[in-house]
């Protein structure tokens, strides 16, 4: 089971409805690689090769790790350390992605990893005798900014000094170290429904994973 990116597609064609049909157009050396795994994890299928699961997984959220394992927050955490900053803070406005909880995320690769990634039943059909991509993204799709909001309503801090920007003007100046920032799609929303029908559940929506990751 490898997690592969939403980045391998080039943001022009959103919502991206089918993994497997919708063709990688990686515009970064990130999403490069990632969409190299894909093809040479797919291509090397034989007799003596395990069965391949890629997911194309959105920004993951959620809560910080467990037993003090605290070494890597998310986004969601950085938003409410803005809570009392007076100085303004930017979020862009224009780049969209369908995140996903974490919890959901353990949850679907303990799915593949302990009871169905190896059987050839009719699940295992619908995984292309074990050898799929798959879209993993929650069910919306959501800015930068629409982040922040979420978790200064959910924590209860006033939004006042956030500040929306345009992503896609950064690259507009080539003169400044910012519009020399590394080149990104902007709208790569995903239908995720594929994978939610085989796992059995339905995956969490922003609100959700808010709750879940400050409760």
Known sequence: VALSTDQVYCGTKA????????????????????????????????????????????????PLGPYGCNVHSTFLHFCNSRNGVKDPTTFYKDEIRSVIGVKDVVKILYYF????????NDEGKLMNNGQRVYNMGGPQGVSRMEMALAVAKEQNFSSENFVSAQKASLHESSDTDVGAAVKSPLNITMNSSQLEKLVGFKFQGLEEVVKATFA
């Open 113 to 120: 990893m302990n009871r169905h990634t190896f059987e050839n």
């Open 15 to 62: 919502p991206y409805e089918d993994a497997e049909e919708d063709i990688s157009q990686p515009v970064n050396v990130y999403a490069q690689t990632k969409a190299d795994m894909e093809r040479h994890l797919m291509g090397s299928m034989d007799d003596d090769h395990p069965p391949v699961i890629c997911l194309r997984s959105s920004i993951i959220l959620g």
